[in-house]
């Protein structure tokens, strides 16, 4: 081997030694800053109460879904002529369903209202 072939591969051993101790210090560092938020992470991943949260999307979905149909009733309301004196069926139903809205009562009480109007 001259001497030129020694110097290149003293060249390329130092860069190789200069690599490996820049991947372990990046090593550290990402054990020391990425791993401590890893954990927390999951730890808060854990804390997730999943059924309560399933039931409160569920039940926003109903809520959403009530006020669509309301918003839905109150066109169909303004699109129809209805006599002053007597009630729409489209009334009737729009007035259960801000009951629901409301709270006034449930969902499962409006659903057989509305069934028993289309009676």
Do not use: C
């Amino acid at each position: 081997m001259n001497e030129q072939d020694y110097q290149l591969e003293e060249e390329i051993r130092k860069f190789v030694d200069q690599i490996n101790s820049l991947t372990q210090a990046l090593a550290r560092k990402l054990e020391k800053e990425v791993v401590p938020i890893a954990a927390t992470l999951g730890e808060k991943i854990a804390g997730i109460d999943w059924e309560k949260l399933k039931a409160e999307a569920k039940e926003a979905l109903k809520k959403g879904l009530v006020k669509a149909r309301i918003a839905l009733e109150e066109a169909q309301a303004r699109l129809e002529e209805r006599h002053p004196e007597q009630p729409s069926p489209q009334d009737e139903r729009l007035r259960i369903l801000q009951m629901v809205a409301e709270g006034k009562i449930s969902p499962e009480e409006g659903a057989a209202l509305l069934e028993a109007l289309e009676d």
